[in-house]
Each structure stands twice: as structure tokens, then as C-alpha cells.
């Protein structure tokens, strides 16, 4: 068993959480508005505290590393990259549709998550659960035109946050297609990397996070145009 230190910070309300062995989670949220940098500073210091553990004590580091926000994921894998280096704990990153399909706690076997919508596209994952692990089977950029190419027969479950774009929701409204909200927690991601680990313990370690963008982030964008 493992004592985990999982961040999540791929969309609005973050959060940092704790896994000890015992299967025992301490989660602390970082306020919506709140900068960051300071936000996930605090609630780290917040969750040890909860926990009563040290730094030392903690054996693997989870983040979820995308698709989602630029400034948090940014920020999520610079404090993971930075802890690793400096305790020599391994790193594990979490796809962030998983994250989704693994807090929705819904007893299905395929889950559709939709994120970073924005104008008339969003990032959709089919996420598949094979014995107690998620997996994701596919995942695309994807206007309404695509839809038909990507869903599975059946009535899907999809997941989505307030950005979906209204042209998607019609699709679904007219396909009577329930749309459930999705939620993205610590805690999840520290439940994925348990279900990791208990199937293979080998990793590597000190790992890069390569954060999943669903478009080029804006500030490079415009920064490369110059």
C-alpha cells in the first residue's frame, strides 16, 4: 500500500489530496478566483496538516495532466516536477477524462467526457472501465459534424462542465441524451494512480508531466504570431 500526494488543477476548483495506505483520503479545495500559484501552495500546506504526514512520507505524486486550463495544469506540473526532483517521489500523471469518469462514482462501463469547450468544439473522451481501472479508448478535438464517427451504439453518458457549447447540447437535447455534469477531484486522481500501482508497481521514476492542451494555448499563440 502507498501514501499518495495527488493535485488536481486541470479545471475551476482544484484541489489537492492525500491517500494513506489505509485507503484513508484528506482533500483540500482551491477556491475558484483564487491565484493558483497561492491557491495550491496553501492547500498542500493545508492537506499535510490534515494527514499528519511529512513530505518524506509520501511515495508517489499524481496529477492529472490534461486536457484542460493553461495557467493550472502549468501550475500543476511545475509544483509536481518540482517535488520529485527534490524528494525523489515517482510521478504518475492521470489523463483529466479519467479523472472525470472516476469521481462521476456511475456504474457504467463507457463514459463520454466533454471539456474545454470553446466556440462550437470541445474535447471529448470515451472512456472504457476493464476490471476496476479506466481507460480512455479515444479521445479528439470534435465539432457536432464529428459526432456520429465517435459515439458507440446505445445511449451514451456524457459528462460536461458549463463550457460545452450550445450547438452540443442541442445535439444532445434532440438525441435525448442526458448531460451530467462532471466534477474533477484529487481524491479521484489519487484512486487512479492506486489502481496503477496495484498493477504495476515498476514505474520509473522522476518522470516528466507532459500536460495535454485540447488547442494551442492562447498566450503562445498570439506569441508566436509576433
Avoid at 524528494?87 to 467526457?113: E, M, R
Amino acid at each position: 500500500m502507498f501514501t499518495i500526494l495527488a493535485v488536481e488543477m486541470s479545471h475551476a476548483n482544484g484541489s489537492v489530496a492525500i491517500k494513506l495506505p489505509s485507503g484513508t483520503c484528506f482533500e483540500k479545495k482551491i477556491g475558484n478566483g483564487v491565484k493558483a500559484d497561492i491557491g495550491l501552495f496553501d492547500a498542500v500546506v493545508g492537506v499535510f496538516k490534515d494527514a499528519g504526514v511529512t513530505p518524506d512520507s509520501i511515495q508517489h505524486l499524481a496529477v492529472s495532466g490534461g486536457p484542460g486550463g493553461f495557467t493550472g495544469l502549468r501550475v500543476a506540473s511545475t509544483f509536481s516536477m518540482t517535488f520529485s526532483f527534490l524528494t525523489g517521489v515517482n510521478l504518475i500523471q492521470i489523463p483529466t477524462p479519467l479523472v472525470a469518469a472516476q469521481a462521476s462514482g456511475l456504474p457504467c462501463k463507457d463514459i463520454y467526457v466533454a471539456s474545454c469547450g470553446k466556440r462550437d468544439t470541445a474535447w471529448y473522451a470515451r472512456c472504457t472501465k476493464k476490471h476496476k481501472n479506466w481507460l480512455i479508448d479515444n479521445q479528439k478535438l470534435m465539432q457536432v459534424e464529428d459526432f456520429g464517427f465517435f459515439f458507440k451504439g446505445g445511449t451514451p453518458v456524457v459528462l460536461a462542465d458549463q463550457h460545452l457549447p450550445t450547438s452540443h447540447r442541442d445535439y444532445f437535447f434532440d438525441k435525448e441524451i442526458n448531460v451530467l455534469s462532471s466534477e474533477y477531484s484529487a481524491i479521484a486522481t489519487a484512486e487512479l494512480a492506486d489502481l496503477i500501482l496495484k498493477d504495476d508497481t515498476k514505474l520509473s521514476y522522476n518522470q516528466k508531466i507532459n500536460v495535454k492542451y485540447p488547442r494551442k494555448p492562447e498566450a503562445i499563440r498570439l506569441f508566436g504570431d509576433q
